[in-house]
């Protein structure tokens, strides 16, 4: 199978499901035989920017190098998924100039629902002082102007939303048409 490579970027609060929705999409994009290639911040942070804070500067500088990555792997025809909270509008914006195809997925939850799911008790810490520049908290989220996609996790199942993408994937021609009759790729 011939595949158009695509980045396909879930953007959007900590605890939002960012990549919980793009292991679905994964998944079911696995299973159909597309190549596919998850770019999750916090691995990336620890792999490729463990030398960068959490400046705006230092925010940015962590987004272009993913965004650099997803470029290569989209140019040789592999679907990019990138998971980063990726707070600021202008420098999402330069990322999908430079990767051309690109799909923004804001993955949105309200604060209170993101602070609920917290596993790990980040935002706990950033209202104590504990953590400094926590996006939603003392730093800002930018939601998207015009993503290309919204899915509210706090309103819908990770089924409904990973349909979605995959939906909106395939009206886009970066994997095959959907069944109208199943919702389901053929």
Known sequence: MLQRGVTVWFTGLSSAGKTTLSRVVASELRS???QI???????LRENL?????????DRDENIRRIGFVATLLTRNNVIVLVCAISPYRHIRE?????????I???????LDICEKRDIKGLYQKARAGQIKNFTGIDDPY?????PTLECRTDLETIEESANKVLLKMAE????NALSKK????Y
Do not use: C, M, Q, W
């Open 32 to 34: 159909l035989g597309y």
């Open 37 to 43: 290639e998850i770019l999750d911040d916090d691995l």
């Open 49 to 57: 920017s463990n030398d960068l804070g959490f400046s705006k500067a």
């Open 94 to 102: 330069e990322v999908r100039n430079s990767i051309g195809n690109f």
């Open 104 to 110: 923004e997925v804001y993955v949105n939850a309200s």
């Open 142 to 146: 930018e939601p998207p102007l015009n």
């Open 172 to 175: 886009l021609g970066y994997i």
């Open 182 to 185: 199943t919702n389901n790729l």
